[in-house]
């Protein structure tokens, strides 16, 4: 079966900066959650963040591949450092997603971790920019097809593609 990996807020758990939840009601993941494909997962709590935290965001909005790189720091509005901290949790989402065969993920759109086509720009003033976070852009580099959470459409599609070329009728 193809399971995929899931931002955890978007399940109902109470993980992100806030301490909230972004759970979602689209009816495709409901029926996935059903079938057993979902791996839950938050990068930023596995990497060590409590919650509730500071929001961060990556300097300049540079991207999720500029972090990885070194060219770019994750920061809090106070100018506190959580880079490493996004760094690990990208790389045990990685883990994860490699040892559960992951080949999809639904991911948060706009966090500094998970957003796939938009972050916040780094000024800590609620604007975004075109970009990656750090997870998306470890996983995409790995193979991983990330989607967000207003893309559940396309990811079916994908993951139906997935499922023609295996044959497994899962």
Known sequence: MERILVSACLLGSR???DGGAKTSDDELLARWRAEGRLVRFCPEVEGGLPVPRPPAEIEGGA???????????????????????????????????????????????????????????????????????VTTALLELNGIRVFGEDRIPEAAQYLASLVRETGDPT
């Open 15 to 17: 993980v992100r900066y």
């Open 63 to 133: 991207g999720g591949a500029a972090v990885l790189a070194g060219e770019a720091r994750i920061l809090t509005p106070e100018g506190d450092d959580v880079t490493a901290a996004f760094v690990s949790g990208a790389r045990q989402a990685l883990a994860v997603a490699q040892s559960r065969g992951v080949r999809v993920a639904i991911l948060k759109e706009g966090s500094p971790s998970c957003g796939s086509l938009r972050i916040y720009d780094g000024s800590h003033r609620g604007r975004t920019t075109p970009g990656q976070g």
